[in-house]
Each structure stands twice: as C-alpha cells, then as structure tokens.
C-alpha cells in the first residue's frame, strides 16, 4: 500500500509569503498612520475641553449675579494677565517672568503677566484657586466640572522650560475682567489644523496658529 506525500511550502514560497505581508503591513501602518490617530484622539479631547470651559465660564456668568473673573490677588485690576494650565517651577521663573508682554505669543494685547499654579494638586480646582482663576462653586447649581481640565501632554513637571517649542502644549485663560475671556491652546494633528484656522480667532496664520474659543469678539485679547 503506497503512502501519500504531503507536500509542504518551499523555503522560496514561505519568503514569498513573507515578503507579501510585510509589503501589506506597511501599507496598513502607512495608510493608518497611529502617530497622527495619536494627535488626532488628543486633539478630540482638547475641542471637548475647550468646549467644556467656555460653557462653564459662560454659566458661572450668567448665573451668578456679581461674578468675578479673576480673585483680587491674583489679577490684580482684573485685566492684563495671562492665566496658563501647568505649574510655576525654576525653568519657569528663569524662562518666562512675570512681566512677560504677550504670554508667549498666546495673547494678542500687551499684558502685566504671566500666572501659573504653585502646585499639581492646586492647578485643576474649581474653587477659583487651580489654573482659571473662578469661583465654579458659587454657581446656583453647583460646579459643572469636578477639576479644571489641562492639555493632554501639558508639562506638568515643576521646571520643565515651557519656552521649548515642545513643550507648548498648555491652555491660557485670558480675560477683560467683565465678561469677555477667551480660552486657547495649540492642536497638533493634520485634521484639526483646520479647527484653528477658521474659528474665529485672531491667531490664524501658520507662524502662531491656536485654538480659540470664548467671549470676547474677535478672540483677540
């Protein structure tokens, strides 16, 4: 009784086979791109915070009948400063003082300075102490946010030299003191660009391109 041969791939068909997959591979990575889902997930949850704050600040305004955009200590005549979401260290104090003119380009009029969180655990109250200086609390009903939110990639190392081009990843909160404010923070991903150019704001041109969102008409404080 004769046996059957079972015949099994060649070494040049199992390279073949090999070969082919990796070509697909890389047109999948190619085509998918993870880096810029990457940027593209992180940008998603900057537009929802950003939406989150402006329809927080916006009811704290509405609701509560004295509202103050800023405490007295920390904004001084309640204009001219620029409030950032990361916390103050030794490169932040050599690198960016306190009479900086224009928030490092994230505020388009001259300011009295530059204001960041003494700590970690203070930056994200809503209790008008974290990184946007108002009283959430004092709305009828109640804070809409548990913590103030803060770019997904902030630098949240005390000392970290936030004037590194890699290192711009932060919201700023900029107000007149009566109303108007505006929120901005930089998008990083190719589908988002467009969000920057167009949203109204006065920062739109591809040497200081920021996502704005707020109050104040022209978004140009």
Not at 75 to 81: C, D, I, K, Q, Y
Not at 169 to 194: M, Q
């Amino acid at each position: 009784m004769q046996s059957k041969q079972v015949k099994g791939f060649t070494l040049i068909e199992l390279l073949i086979v090999i070969g082919i997959i990796a070509i697909l591979a890389t047109v999948v990575i190619l085509t998918l791109n993870p880096a810029e889902l990457l940027r593209q997930a992180r940008d998603s949850t900057r537009a929802s915070d950003f939406s989150t704050l402006k329809s927080a600040i916006s009811l704290y305004a509405a609701d509560v009948s004295s509202p103050v955009f800023g405490t007295s200590s920390r904004l001084g005549a309640g204009t001219g400063w620029c409030f950032i979401s990361i916390t103050s260290g030794p490169a932040f104090q050599a690198g960016w003082p306190t009479s900086t003119a224009s928030c490092n380009s994230r505020a388009s009029s001259t300011l009295i300075g530059v204001v960041a969180s003494t700590t970690e655990g203070a930056k994200r109250g809503v209790d008008g102490t974290g990184w946007i200086p108002i009283n959430f609390n004092s709305i009828s009903s109640g804070a809409p946010l548990s913590a103030l939110p803060v770019d997904p990639v902030t630098p949240n190392t005390p000392g970290t030299n936030i004037l590194s081009t890699s290192d711009d990843r932060y919201y700023v909160y900029l107000s007149d003191g009566v109303g108007g404010f505006e929120v901005n923070g930089v998008l990083e991903s190719l589908k988002y660009a467009s969000s920057s150019e167009n949203d109204g704001g006065s920062h739109n041109t591809a040497a200081n391109l920021l996502y704005e969102v707020g109050t104040d008409p022209g978004l140009d404080l």
